[in-house]
């Protein structure tokens, strides 16, 4: 380990954000503008606007009544943008600018379900949950129509494209399509055909046709010059969308002929296209299994030649329309990311483990993103070999599959296994080389897969189909759930974590059992075997992470500092330091030598399940239950590791301490510029028994410079509930005796106070939780009524 500390440039002093992967679509209505270069989805409160091209956020429009959007619609110059909120307010958007040009009282009277432009893009229907359908004016701001009639909630507004004929078709509840004129203000026509709601409507390039869609399982031609139906198509699914193709031939669609075509997208998760003369199914889109993939939303852009698809997971999809030949897809909400990974051998993509049985790689440089289909449930734990060729993964379904990435970037599925009785939940690849897979699983067992050499030649075909793994050998290894197993750097050990609160070393091949690691309070979450020592970290639900050595078993350090379960760990700066991250949403950066967390990121909402590191240690990788995943840059100390203070130094100290001279002590303490040292004088301050006075005194007496300091100090100490206390008796001395004047003065307060505010609600968070937790403890003890005992019986 002294020859890791010696390189100063490997030692970090923080970590900040590189690059955020956030959801941008939690359901609702997606859209491409007419070029196919922007998409708009709804997400929450926002609509957010998409480059297609390189995946990035451009734009995130939320409204200032931060209700949730219920309705959008882009119109077809792509230069109006109307949202509206759950609050009854609409909103006209400059939208490559991302400022509001009008806002106004939508006037429904219960929120707005859905909206459509006309042609011309000056007139915007809107229907509501009211049963209303209104015309608005974007031009001249106004009201134009009131359509009333409509039982239930309006879901389906669209303008006949011909703008001379001033028509409107609707759908609400009912199932029927009302025809509105708005030159004779009235209903021309009610089309009652489907049973079930109507999903969609699209009409013909003449506008005589009008083709519906429903959640019937039928898709209705209809004349619109007669207002009757010229053929019902049953189609055998729930459709969602359907979409009209141009009238051109088109051999790989199975369209052979002009005439009308149409392409359908519902719950069975593929598209297909359907002649309307017919009525036969002339293409079938290739199948892909599991769930989720059932199709939500389809939408034509035919000047951009593109097709633009949603699953129910919430995969965007977009497809050459002449071909569907697959062009880019993008995974908009991931819900909780349970692991993240590197791979490729330069760490160009990630691979993330979300609540679904899908997986996802993403490009890092054009954040390009693959949806890998073949687990049946969700998948728990990833990891990666050596090279970044291969990774593995393992999931509820009792599986783990390899995976293998070309040099292309596409991945592919090469082999998989089963053979574990219970949900496989985590799983640890070989160090040396691409040998074998170690699994563990809540039956209590451990599994060794060997890799096939056939997995590793560059010649495999790659239609070859998976290959099988077979279990080479099985071992019992916990009373319950196993959490964590990981290989040695030399592949010739193997350590579990289980919810048994215990870790145990084996030596592989043969699994023998080397030692058991007890000291943990609740169960372990990760073990990790140190790059350069003999040594295993542990990360635990008792909010503690202790290192172990490996030649005695013993417990060689305990970090504490997490307000929670601690779930993953990993060693950074060649074993010198390591990263925890924790259910409390935080990860911490410690230093061994002195158990010093040097800094605490806070970027996560939520748990943070994983956790990975670059191979180069240059970059680190977290994701979180709050669907988000961060890429974090590493913050170079500048002028080397933090070393202890001299000998002579730390024993002046020790002898101010003994003697109670404090103020030197504390000024000492401060010129060494280590909160560590400082933290350990106010502790010493803070055991006295005129506590208080001594503290008031010595830290009134400090220099101007000296409180500053002392004030960043604080900061750090606030992000620790165990040295919180004496965070907040320094900050009560200052903020009681110093002016507001002369504390707003002081360098860099705004950016500590910034700090400091919301870790100090999480302690009073936690304080007000326990104290509800003691009185009620202290109302039950006070209304038991306890029997009365017996009395003793009398000698006699």
């Known amino acids: 380990m002294e020859e890791a500390a010696a390189g100063p440039s490997r030692f970090k002093a923080n970590y900040a954000v590189e690059r955020k992967f956030e959801p941008f679509y939690k359901g609702g209505k997606v859209q491409l503008d007419q070029t196919g270069q922007y998409l708009f989805c709804v997400c929450g409160t926002k609509v957010k606007i998409l480059d297609v091209a390189s995946g990035a956020i451009l734009q995130s429009l939320e409204q200032e009544d931060q209700e949730d959007i219920t309705a959008f619609d882009l119109s077809p110059d792509d230069e109006v943008l109307v949202t509206a909120s759950r609050a009854l307010l609409l909103a006209h958007w400059a939208w490559r600018e991302g400022s509001v040009i009008r806002l106004w009282k939508a006037i429904h009277t219960a929120p707005v379900a859905t909206m459509a432009f006309d042609p011309t893009s000056t007139l915007l229907a809107t229907g509501g949950c009211d049963g209303a359908v209104r015309i608005w004016d974007i031009v001249r701001h106004y009201g134009t129509h009131h359509f009333r009639g409509s039982p239930g909630v309006v879901h389906l507004v669209a303008f006949?494209?011909?703008?001379?004929?001033?028509?409107?078709?609707?759908?609400?509840?009912?199932?029927?399509?009302?025809?509105?004129?708005?030159?004779?203000?009235?209903?021309?026509?009610?089309?009652?055909?489907?049973?079930?709601?109507?999903?969609?409507?699209?009409?013909?390039?003449?506008?005589?046709?009008?083709?519906?869609?429903?959640?019937?399982?039928?898709?209705?031609?209809?004349?619109?010059?007669?207002?009757?139906?010229?053929?019902?198509?049953?189609?055998?699914?729930?459709?969602?969308?359907?979409?009209?193709l141009p009238e051109e031939l088109a051999p790989q669609l199975g369209v052979k002929s002009t005439g009308l075509h149409f392409l359908t997208a519902g719950n069975q998760g593929v598209l297909r296209v359907w002649e309307a003369a017919s009525g036969q199914c002339v293409h079938t889109q290739q199948p892909l299994s599991g769930p989720g993939r059932e199709l939500t939303h389809c939408a034509l852009v035919r000047a951009a030649g593109l097709l633009l698809s949603v699953t129910a997971d919430h995969n965007l999809l977009l497809y050459e329309a002449h071909s569907l030949k697959l062009q880019k897809q993008f995974a908009g909400y991931s819900e909780e990311v349970l692991d993240v990974r590197f791979l490729g051998p330069e760490d160009s993509h990630i691979v993330v483990a979300s609540n679904s049985p899908c997986l996802k790689v993403f490009e890092?440089?054009?954040?390009?993103?693959?949806?890998?289909?073949?687990?049946?449930?969700?998948?728990?734990?990833?990891?990666?070999?050596?090279?970044?060729?291969?990774?593995?993964?393992?999931?509820?379904?009792?599986?783990?599959?390899?995976?293998?990435?070309?040099?292309?970037?596409?991945?592919?599925?090469?082999?998989?296994?089963?053979?574990?009785?219970?949900?496989?939940?985590?799983?640890?690849?070989?160090?040396?080389?691409?040998?074998?897979?170690?699994?563990?699983?809540?039956?209590?067992t451990v599994k060794l897969w060997p890799i096939p050499k056939v997995l590793l030649s560059k010649s495999i075909a790659p239609d070859s189909g998976p290959v099988l793994l077979q279990a080479q050998a099985t071992q019992r290894c916990h009373d319950k759930d196993i959490n964590s197993v990981a290989v040695a750097p030399n592949d010739k050990l193997l350590a579990t974590g289980s919810q048994d609160r215990t870790a145990k070393l084996w030596a592989l091949p043969q699994c023998q059992l080397l030692g058991v690691f007890s000291g943990h309070r609740r169960g372990l979450w990760c073990v990790q075997f140190s790059p350069m020592d003999q040594v295993l970290a542990t990360a635990s639900a008792d909010g503690t992470v202790k290192l172990w050595a490996l030649q005695d078993i013993s417990c060689l350090k305990t970090f504490e500092g997490h307000d929670a379960s601690v779930l993953k760990v990993a060693f950074v700066s060649r074993g010198t330091q390591l990263l925890s991250s924790g259910s409390d949403g935080l990860v911490k950066l410690w230093t061994i030598k002195n158990n010093e967390c040097v800094r605490t990121l806070d970027a996560h909402q939520d748990k943070v399940w994983g956790l990975h590191c670059s191979q180069l240690d240059d970059r680190a990788l977290t994701g979180a239950s709050d669907s988000c995943v961060i890429l974090w840059k590493p913050q170079p100390q500048p002028c080397g590791p933090v070393l202890p203070p001299s000998p002579a130094r730390q024993q002046e100290l020790d002898n101010l301490l003994q003697e109670k001279r404090y103020l030197r002590a504390l000024g000492l303490a401060i010129s060494l510029d280590r909160p560590h040292t400082v933290l350990t004088v106010i502790q010493a301050i803070r055991r006295d028994p005129e506590a208080f006075e001594k503290l008031e005194a010595t830290v009134l007496r400090l220099r101007r410079d000296q409180k500053e300091a002392l004030l960043r100090f604080c900061v750090t100490w606030n992000t620790n509930s165990r040295h919180c206390h004496e965070a907040q008796a320094v900050l009560s001395v200052l903020l009681r005796h110093e002016a507001p004047e002369e504390l707003l003065a002081y360098e860099g307060v705004r950016a500590s106070l910034e700090a400091l505010l919301p870790y100090t609600e999480r302690h009073f968070q936690r304080l007000s939780r326990t104290l509800q937790a003691a009185t009620f403890l202290d109302f039950l003890w006070h209304n038991m009524k306890l029997p009365t005992l017996p009395a003793a019986p009398s000698a006699l």
């Open 364 to 444: 890092l440089q054009t954040s390009a993103c693959q949806i890998l289909h073949g687990h049946t449930d969700i998948v728990l734990a990833l990891d990666v070999f050596r090279k970044g060729w291969l990774f593995a993964s393992c999931a509820k379904d009792q599986s783990i599959r390899v995976w293998r990435m070309n040099k292309a970037g596409e991945v592919t599925c090469v082999a998989q296994g089963s053979g574990h009785t219970h949900s496989v939940g985590t799983v640890c690849c070989s160090r040396l080389k691409e040998t074998f897979l170690v699994t563990g699983s809540q039956d209590c």
């Open 160 to 244: 006949h494209p011909d703008p001379a004929r001033l028509l409107l078709f609707s759908s609400a509840t009912d199932a029927a399509i009302r025809i509105w004129s708005l030159q004779d203000q009235s209903c021309l026509a009610v089309l009652t055909a489907h049973y079930s709601a109507v999903t969609s409507l699209t009409f013909s390039a003449d506008g005589h046709t009008m083709v519906s869609s429903g959640r019937d399982k039928i898709c209705i031609v209809w004349d619109l010059r007669s207002h009757q139906a010229l053929r019902t198509i049953p189609v055998f699914e729930s459709v969602e969308a359907a979409v009209l």
